[in-house]
């Protein structure tokens, strides 16, 4: 299993402050047996919104690799250039498992693969859902500053959303970062019955 992270235009501090809660979230809930390779597309600025450069990183991270699953984890506009990657992808005859798009407000999200958004205030959340989002789908309640989202999920309080009967009820409440291991167990990116020391988690940059 490889997680691609792609970032928005920001701070990269807010990148690792992202990538060290998710590795918590992979570490205590104890990694699935296939190991999953965790790779920050390393581009900056308006490179974020390029589909072709996340798409080359991709191919020199993976190689042949082809159909190996991958989630994308993506955030602001990030979302952009990652959900072009993930078609690409596609049509290379790779394995997309599911798209992962954190506050990509006013991004048209489809694909033949699972899509759910996350989102800081339930402005976002709604008008998002309307270009397109999965069945499961996250916004923070009460609402809060957009990078949050990104620096620190583990904060955020927030509903869980099945999209797929309508905008309301949420299912249930939640923090961000327990929504976001929701879905990574979901896709057995994280499996509780195999554990694996942090020493082996395959953590590329």
């Known amino acids: 299993?490889?997680?691609?992270?792609?970032?928005?235009?920001?701070?990269?501090?807010?990148?690792?402050?992202?990538?060290?809660?998710?590795?918590?979230?992979?570490?205590?809930?104890?990694?699935?047996?296939?190991?999953?390779?965790?790779?920050?597309?390393?581009?900056?600025?308006?490179?974020?919104?390029?589909?072709?450069?996340?798409?080359?990183?991709?191919?020199?991270?993976?190689?042949?690799?082809?159909?190996?699953?991958?989630?994308?984890?993506?955030?602001?506009?990030?979302?952009?250039?990652?959900?072009?990657?993930?078609?690409?992808?596609?049509?290379?005859?790779?394995?997309?498992?599911?798209?992962i798009a954190i506050d990509g407000w006013g991004v048209p999200l489809q694909g033949n693969f699972p899509i759910h958004r996350m989102s800081h205030d339930y402005f976002t959340h709604w008008s998002s859902c309307l270009l397109g989002s999965g069945q499961n789908n996250f916004y923070a309640q009460p609402a809060v500053e957009h990078l949050s989202m990104w620096k620190s999920p583990q904060t955020i309080q927030g509903c869980w959303v099945d999209s797929s009967i309508g905008i309301f009820p949420p299912k249930g409440r939640l923090k961000a970062d327990e929504f976001l291991l929701m879905l990574l167990k979901r896709y057995d990116a994280i499996n509780p019955d195999n554990g694996v020391s942090k020493q082996e988690l395959g953590v590329r940059s």
């Open 1 to 99: 299993m490889n997680i691609i992270i792609c970032p928005g235009i920001h701070d990269p501090e807010l990148t690792e402050s992202f990538r060290s809660k998710l590795l918590d979230l992979v570490y205590d809930s104890a990694i699935a047996s296939n190991s999953a390779n965790i790779l920050i597309f390393p581009g900056k600025d308006f490179l974020v919104l390029s589909a072709f450069h996340i798409l080359q990183f991709l191919r020199v991270s993976l190689g042949n690799q082809l159909k190996s699953p991958i989630i994308f984890i993506s955030f602001s506009a990030g979302v952009v250039g990652a959900i072009g990657a993930a078609h690409l992808w596609e049509l290379l005859g790779g394995r997309v498992k599911a798209f």
